[in-house]
């Protein structure tokens, strides 16, 4: 299901001498809080709110922002990846793409949870930041969608159910072979399919679910042709798979990171440099709600250069 980020709650501070705040030492910090770093930066869990199921329990929703432009990291479940009570291991993931990504995971905590937290802990390039969640009433997620969709209110999207995915995939490959990866997806056509538009002037690079491709002048090291997420591609925005490593050592190589659904069909292909326990996820997504399915993968070999 889709859900959406709360809105951050911002502490307001009485500024005195506002004027001072013209001159050239304002606009040097404006240029270093505008700085964008390769590496070395944190990466900042975050907690996007809570749901409520049937039977009284509820869902915490976390994601992550990861403050590198170019850095992805691995950092397995334990003292620098942890998530309590019940942890260390709540189903987090283990590597972090670069940027904002949205409602990766959910902890489910019983009906009387009450006023206790649910706290995530990342500590990445030696900096450490923590996400804590509890049961605040405005945090509140419309598991349909909510405002990021327009909520229930739209009439097409009364009736809207995820789409589903299965996956055809070996449970072994070695280090530097293409393993394929067949997907089908099923869905009920709401919402439909839209025309894709041309963005408005400022607008070609919005948020996504994954990276951004936009080369910033001062990260040398940010190549081209980096994917990132979106209605699909092609000139119809429908139904669309997005995949990505969500537990193990290092990256993978990905045929295409988002693939537009076609005749239920979306096939991609794979390939590691380093051999390990994967588990990587493809989201299905009807652009309001989606679904994901895991897949479990032993990479063996030895690593290539």
Known sequence: MVLHLR???AACALV????LLQGAGAQQNEIDNNFKYNSGQDVQPVFEGWSKNADGSFNMHFGYLNRNWVQELSIPVGANNSVEPAGPDRGQPTFFYTRTQRNLFTVHVPKDFAKKEVIWTLTANGKTQKAYGWLQPEWEIDPAG?????GQ???ELRNNKPPTITVDAATTVAVG?????????????IPKPTATKKPAAGQETPPTLVTTN????NLPQLGPGRTRG???EGGVRGPFVTWMVYRGPASATFESRNIQVKDGKVPNSVAFKVPGEYVLRARASDRVLFTDKDVKITVTGGATP
């Open 177 to 189: 072979q293409t393993m394929p990866l067949n997907a089908a997806v099923t869905d009920d056509g």
């Open 146 to 150: 909510g405002a990021a969709t327009g």
């Open 7 to 9: 809105p951050a709650v």
């Open 153 to 155: 209110t739209q009439p």
């Open 214 to 217: 936009d080369t910033p002048v």
């Open 230 to 232: 979106g209605g699909g």
């Open 16 to 19: 005195l001498g506002f004027g």
